[in-house]
């Protein structure tokens, strides 16, 4: 029997590299997805451009103009001549903000007095209003504290609030959105592979030959099984050595309690791709279906919005779903030394999910051939 296994699994392995297009699936899209997830696909707001309409002229008002030049959130700072010019630059998108320093900015400060900024933000974009408010209004934090260190006049709040910010200090949004994809890609692979196997058979007309050869249904799932696993984990191996020596992300986990959770997520994986390959007739209807789980998959993993923003019955439906575990695996495993224990705490869910996905494929396949 595993000698039919593993001949199986040398026929799987060699007609996924041999297939032209099999290979530019395999390679191409993972690629693309780390380029463009890790730069484009973030909820940072960068490269803002920013108005400044400044009619004080003081020294404290060029203070704080220096201060917004000097940040690398505001890259483009337009200034302003007058109070006409404000609505056509929002409106023309030139400027996503608006930043109004009156003329008795400096006088007021030097009096004790409170001073205004009025900030306006374009809030078609709701979520970069939100976050480039954040960011001004923690310049002008920064820009207070220094008064206030400077004058002894200028009354000190009885508290200061000192903010860490555990295992991302600098708050980069690499250092969470590369981990993640680790997972992504990974179910990506091994669900393609899967799910194309069977229908690529049926498409070539091997799938006949393949059933009338002395070979059990159950030999045939394990040896689509074992291949989608070997690519899953060349690709998270992939992926894993771009995040650490291209994108500098820290490693600080056990390499072996990662990849044992790996081959345990590839296996809740593997399932339904096989599921979906036995429902396939032809190749495209196996992508398609695999596009059907991934979509909600990535959706209900906690990348895009965090789990408890979710309505309760929707929390309920994340926990059939294998990618939510291996996502605080592979955030742990990179940034906080994530212990073993907790490793399996999240793992012996997906082991449970990969119990029902593999049975239930292995019914169904059967039934199929029935």
Not at 16 to 30: F, G, N, Q
Not at 81 to 102: C, N, P, T
Not at 328 to 334: E, R
Request: aromatic share 10%; proline share 6%.
């Amino acid at each position: 029997m595993w000698q039919r296994i593993q001949a199986l699994i040398i026929k799987e392995l060699l007609a996924m590299l041999r297939d032209k297009k099999a290979r530019i699936l395999l390679l191409v899209p993972p690629i693309l997805m780390l380029v463009l997830f890790a730069n484009a696909v973030t909820l940072e707001v960068n490269n803002v451009s920013i108005g400044i309409l400044n009619r004080d002229n003081g020294f404290q008002s060029r203070e704080l103009i220096r201060r917004i030049e000097g940040s690398r959130t505001f890259q483009h700072v337009i200034f302003l001549k007058g109070v006409s010019q404000i609505r056509s630059l929002i409106d023309s998108e030139k400027a996503f903000v608006v930043m109004h320093i009156g003329p008795d900015f400096t006088r007021r400060i030097l009096s004790n007095q409170p001073a205004s900024v009025q900030v306006i933000i374009d809030g078609r974009r709701l979520n970069s209003a939100q976050i480039v408010e954040g960011y001004i209004n923690r310049i002008l934090m920064q820009f207070n504290q220094q008064l206030a260190d400077q004058n002894p006049k200028v009354p000190r709040p009885p508290s200061i609030l000192v903010a860490r910010h555990w295992f991302n200090p600098n708050l980069d949004y690499i250092w969470f959105t590369v981990p993640s994809l680790v997972g992504i890609l990974t179910m990506t692979v091994a669900t393609n592979v899967t799910a194309l196997s069977v229908a690529r058979e049926r498409e070539l007309g091997t799938f006949d030959q393949l059933l009338v050869s002395p070979i059990q249904p159950i030999e045939i799932l394990i040896g689509k099984t074992v291949p989608a696993i070997i690519f899953g984990v060349l690709e998270g191996t992939l992926m894993i050595c771009a995040g650490v020596f291209i994108f500098h992300i820290p490693f600080t986990g056990s390499l072996i309690c990662l990849y044992g959770s790996m081959v345990v997520f590839l296996l809740s994986i593997t399932g339904i791709g096989l599921f979906i390959s036995s429902l396939a007739k032809t190749q495209q209807q196996a992508v398609l279906g695999s596009f059907m789980f991934s979509n909600p998959a990535i959706t209900l993993s906690g990348y895009a919005a965090p789990i408890e923003n979710m309505p309760q019955w929707m929390q309920t439906v994340t926990y059939i779903n294998p990618l939510r575990y291996f996502m605080v695996i592979l955030k742990g495993s990179f940034l906080k030394d994530m212990p073993p224990e907790l490793i399996f705490a999240n793992t012996w869910p997906m082991a449970l999910i990969a119990i029902c996905t593999l049975s239930g494929a292995s019914w169904f396949f059967k039934r199929r051939l029935e």
